[in-house]
């Protein structure tokens, strides 16, 4: 009932920023919670950034001070900024959209490398 759509990854360097866009779509009303997770090669699919319908935010520790998540509600869009990147940060990051159901929705991912 939902789609979503990312955006916005890239190649960067340390200490550089990054936003990545979710656009979502569909049964917007359903939404409980809107969430970024990231995967490296050889790692579980971790939660990164989260942001509940009522607009309370949690993140992972490592990314605490330097990602913030963010939406646009006329826009249907949840944004992931990253600042200050480190190597560790490098992974494909998804969107996910947890309905009240708890359904889950996933987008199809965006690359993030941060290399020098």
Known sequence: QVQLVESGGGLVQPGGS???SCAASGSIFSLNATGWYRQAPGKQ??????ITRS??????DSVKGR?????DNAKNTVYLQMNSLKPEDTAVYYCNALMYSR???WGQGTKVTVSS
Do not use: D, P, Q
């Open 103 to 105: 359904v889950n929705y």
């Open 18 to 20: 990054l936003r990545l």
């Open 55 to 60: 607009g309370r935010t949690n993140y992972a």
């Open 45 to 50: 699919r971790e939660l990164v950034a989260a």
């Open 67 to 71: 990602f913030t998540i963010s939406r």
